[in-house]
């Protein structure tokens, strides 16, 4: 599942706040061993977009119900378990356009 979900849900976000510019090169700190990492404020920054993008609504493709995006991934591990104990015939892969 995590392979599943990582482009739609990691992947994208990270790319749209970095090209929508909300984090900047300055947010970005090198240090001695080369390790980059963010300043206080752009990891509050991040995480505070990350919060607004779990709340945004979707329409699960499965489901065809509107589900929150933070919520998908506990709907796709449901989705599995129902698979696991028989209830549905196939595991429905979240697939997103």
């Given at each position: 599942?995590?392979?599943?979900?990582?482009?739609?849900?990691?992947?994208?976000?990270?790319?749209?706040?970095?090209?929508?510019?909300?984090?900047?090169?300055?947010?970005?700190?090198?240090?001695?061993?080369?390790a980059v990492i963010l300043t206080q404020n752009a990891r509050k920054l991040f995480l505070s977009?990350?919060?607004?993008?779990?709340?945004?609504?979707?329409?699960?493709p499965y489901l065809k119900e509107k589900i929150c995006w933070g919520l998908v991934p506990y709907t796709q591990a449901a989705l599995l378990s129902r698979y696991l104990r028989g209830d549905i015939d196939e595991y429905p892969p979240f697939l997103w356009k």
């Open positions: 599942m995590m392979e599943e979900l990582r482009s739609v849900f990691a992947d994208r976000f990270v790319l749209t706040v970095i090209n929508k510019k909300i984090l900047k090169e300055k947010d970005f700190v090198v240090k001695e061993d080369g977009e990350w919060q607004k993008k779990k709340q945004e609504d979707i329409t699960h």
